[in-house]
């Protein structure tokens, strides 16, 4: 069953982020995917995430729909104007690709290039906006299109606010939801007490909430985290947990797994696991949820 299939009808879909290389050999990228792709629903493929330049979200995910898995393509404001936005949606359609997330992109001072520019032609509104557009069969100039593409669509929401914050972040997922986003994409979740301001506010049975599950590689990476990386809580009892563990790595791996599974016991639409180049320990996730 297809990914928008599976959301629509209301079950638990299972996403893999999968980074595109920082080269041109794409053979590590497919031998981790082949290895998971009867266990996910479809790989998540980022935009240069962090502003880390690698290859295109269009190029990795046209990479893995050759192969024959299903994927989701972040199309972002922050590298393209609205010119080449939509000429990758039309390519991406092209190519089978049928599912995408729109995001606005992080700051390339973040990044590895600092010296780049951002572009941000369009805002993420207006990039909703157009990809509707195209779906109607017109470009954002008005000009009518030869062949229409017809996509899935998801962005992302910050599930972890609270206050004023929050209702800035709810008026955000409306304006996103009258523009056609069907599924979100939430920041790393490893205390999903976290998330009830958020989850009183929402109807889940028409608001498709994705946590991301985000892989651990160490305490002090969780510690890291927890102190300085703005709207994550990591209770200091899992820190301790890895901490004491045996085998830490294993702990690590074990934590994503419970995440996984409570996620999909309180009725969340599904889970987006990321690994941030471990994506070889996906299967090692996967065989333990």
Known sequence: ????????????????????????????????????????????????????????????????????METVMQICCRDRNRLALQ???????????????????????????????????????????????LMKGRDMAGVDLNGVPSFLVG??????????????????????THRGVTFFITPPVFDLSVLGPFLNRIDRKTVHIIPTVLLLKSAGMARYMARNVDHVHIPEALISRIQNAPDKIRECIRIAAETIARLKAEGFSGACISTIGWEDRLPDILEQF
């Not at 299939?5 to 590590?28: C, H, R, W």
């Open 1 to 68: 069953m297809h990914l928008k299939s599976k959301i629509e009808t209301g079950e638990f879909v299972l996403l893999a982020e999968m980074e595109p290389p920082k080269g041109a050999d794409i053979s590590a990228m497919i031998r981790h995917a082949r290895r998971v792709k009867e266990q996910v629903d479809a790989f998540l493929i980022p935009e240069m995430s962090n502003a880390v330049m690698r290859m295109s979200a269009l190029g990795g995910a046209i990479v893995l729909q050759q192969a024959g």
């Open 87 to 133: 000429a990758d949606l039309l390519a991406a359609s092209a190519c089978g690709i049928s599912s995408i997330m729109a995001v606005t992109g992080s700051d390339p001072k973040f990044g590895d290039h600092h010296q780049a520019l951002a572009v941000n032609d369009i805002s993420i509104l207006e990039l909703l906006d157009a990809v509707q557009k």
């Open 155 to 176: 962005s992302t929401v910050n599930s972890h606010l609270k206050g004023e914050g929050l209702e800035t972040e709810l008026s955000a997922l409306q304006e996103k």
